[in-house]
């Protein structure tokens, strides 16, 4: 079974958060940690996942907010080859979350470029970190197809979202949509 790395948002994704769930419930799956979560870096940030990838070989990615934006951000990297594919759960938009959450800062500029591998971006009406608009913009930037989930905030902790096993079905799609098209390949 193939490796699936869950990379959390800001402070990363406490007790309760669906994401801890996703490692308690999944024995393949692993956190890629992080050295400081009230402050990440994009830099630090994606030197761990590279090594993870290096040393552990393909891998599914997991990421919720900021860690959607590694995920994007690895578009540029040669690990991306290692990833088979990422579900992109609630991703935040840099310029909302500045204002709310300095640690942001440290990731730079939004990533525009068309993700590499196999993705499903999982998105809602009323995020407050991700309006409708960017979250629009960003997937066509991508290529990425948005699984709307309607009234669902952050799809965090907050917004009630505690063990999500819709989430499960989720990557299964993913997984069952690349081993079709013989990976790596897009799909929407």
């Known amino acids: 079974m ?3 790395l869950i990379l959390p948002g800001l402070n990363g994704s406490d007790d309760g958060h669906w994401q801890r ?5 999944d024995a393949n799956s692993r956190l890629v940690e ?3 979560w009230k402050s990440p870096r994009i830099e ?6 590279e090594e993870v990838l290096a040393q552990e070989g393909p891998a599914y990615i997991v990421a919720h907010s900021l860690g959607c934006l590694l995920a994007a951000k690895c578009a540029d990297s040669p690990f991306a080859r290692l990833i088979k594919g990422a579900l992109l759960v ?9 204002n709310l959450h300095p640690g942001a800062i440290h990731f730079g500029r939004m990533p525009t470029r068309t ?4 993705t499903i971006t999982v998105g809602s009406l009323n995020d407050i970190y991700m309006p409708l608009e960017s979250l629009s913009l960003y997937c066509r930037l991508w290529r990425t197809p948005v699984k709307n989930l ?5 799809i965090n902790i907050e917004s009630g979202f505690g063990r999500w096993t819709g989430g499960y079905g989720l990557l299964s799609l993913l997984e069952k949509k690349v ?3 013989g990976n790596p390949g897009k799909f929407h």
Not at 21 to 25: I, M, N, Q, R, V
Not at 44 to 49: A, P
Not at 150 to 154: E, I, L, N, Y
């Open 2 to 4: 193939t490796l699936t």
């Open 21 to 25: 769930f996703w490692l308690k419930d």
């Open 34 to 36: 992080q050295d400081d």
């Open 44 to 49: 630090t940030w994606t030197k761990r996942l």
């Open 90 to 98: 609630a991703p935040c938009d840099l310029s909302t979350t500045e």
């Open 115 to 118: 993700l590499p591998f196999p």
């Open 150 to 154: 309607g009234q669902a905030g952050h």
């Open 179 to 181: 081993k079709a098209q």
